[in-house]
């Protein structure tokens, strides 16, 4: 069966500071890839998705970056945060089919910048 | 105008009614539906996903569907206190990227 790991859990990061959230998925082959953040009480604002190795798309400009250096590894990355980037960072992962279009989430990071 | 809209509540009902979420949206383009239920501080968890107009049912709960009238809804029957959750709605359009595109969700209450 599938699994997606997201790590960490929490952090806390200063203003001005980098980040580096990670996601891999398990027990599947060439996902489609997703980050999304939450902001309290909203819904799912998608970020990056990706469709294979090294090919990023960007929903809206930004603080963040996004790499995927192995098929089943997803990186969120900023050089300097900012107040705004607080939230809960969601990875997704669907799989390539005709007909299928489900996202499978994983646990979520939440970010607070002080 | 939102391409997707949904209540964002709070709906607090008792235990063992039947509750009823909706969303509607306004790209007929849109032909798959999903709902999502998100405990408290954890990622949004598969529900039930649908193409088609009509009801689809799983246990104690039934996604309908309304393509003439752009509109979907999430049916709980003898709802429990571990329903208690914020449930999102989320459509996709045939593209390559199978990007979602979500409501705000609605945060429910059930008590007991």
């Known amino acids: 069966s599938q699994t997606i790991h997201q790590w960490p859990a929490t952090l806390v990061q200063p203003v001005g500071s980098p980040l580096s959230l990670e996601c891999t998925v398990e027990?599947?082959?060439?996902?489609?890839l997703y980050w999304y953040r939450q902001a309290a009480g909203r819904g799912l604002q998608l970020l990056f998705y990706?469709?294979?190795?090294?090919?990023i798309s960007s929903e809206v400009p930004q603080n963040l970056s996004a790499s995927r250096p192995q098929d089943r590894q997803f990186i969120l990355s900023s050089k300097k945060l900012l107040l705004s980037d607080s939230g809960f960072y969601l990875c997704?992962?669907?799989?390539?089919?005709?007909?299928?279009?489900?996202?499978?989430f994983g646990p979520g990071t939440r970010l607070t910048v002080t | 105008q939102k391409e997707v809209e949904q209540d964002p509540g709070p709906l607090s009902v008792p235990e063992g009614a039947i509750v009823s979420l909706n969303c509607t949206y306004s790209?007929?383009?849109?032909?798959?539906f999903m709902w999502y239920r998100q405990y408290s501080r954890k990622g949004p968890e598969l529900l039930m996903y649908?193409?088609?107009?009509g009801n689809k049912e799983d246990g104690r709960f039934t996604a309908q569907v309304d393509k003439s009238s752009k509109y979907i809804s999430l049916f709980i029957r003898d709802s429990q206190p571990s329903d208690s959750a914020t449930y999102l709605c989320?459509?996709?359009?045939?593209?390559?990227?199978?990007?979602?595109?979500f409501g705000q969700g609605t945060r429910l209450t059930i008590n007991p």
């Open positions: 027990g599947t082959s060439n996902p489609n």
């Open positions: 990706s469709i294979g190795i090294d090919q």
């Open positions: 649908t193409y088609s107009s």
């Open positions: 997704a992962w669907s799989v390539v089919l005709a007909g299928s279009y489900e996202q499978y």
């Open positions: 790209n007929s383009a849109f032909q798959y």
């Open positions: 989320a459509m996709s359009y045939p593209q390559g990227a199978q990007k979602l595109v």
